[in-house]
């Protein structure tokens, strides 16, 4: 007695439809119907774009895609490189406007940090009105 094609029998987390497949082909969780659909779905929602900031293109997968839908969020215009070196940026700075002159002046991290270990309240005034302010 011989087996030929031993299969295993089980049903689909999809549409729970009983199924048999082949294990050496690997666990499969979802019947062939089921597991094509998917695959198309991950195909189509998996989308190139391209980066607003450098032109570089760049893909989404459907959990990322996903992700960003469900949590209302617009997908991002830009690749991960540039997200990653946008996001140092905003930590690197904090853009202050002089309550003097209206100026936009720029206080880094590591001063904010400064002025809170010493309890003080971060600059009003741009470097220069301060500046003009001592003498
Ligand atoms: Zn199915
Ligand atoms: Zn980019
Ligand atoms: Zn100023």
Known sequence: MK???KTVKTTCTKCHKPFSYDPNT??????SECEKAAEDMKFKEEHTYIC???GKKFTMEKG?????LENNLSLPKNCPDCR????????????QTCKNC?????ITVGESQWYRQMELELPVRCPE?????KK
Request: proline share 0%; aromatic share 8%.
């Open 3 to 5: 087996n030929k094609s």
């Open 26 to 31: 690997g666990e499969h969780l979802l019947c």
């Open 84 to 95: 990653a070196a946008n996001k140092l940026a905003a930590q690197i700075k904090k853009r």
């Open 52 to 54: 607003k900031s450098c």
């Open 129 to 133: 009105c301060r500046s003009k302010r």
């Open 102 to 106: 209206g100026k936009e002046f720029i």
């Open 64 to 68: 990322e895609v996903q992700f960003f």
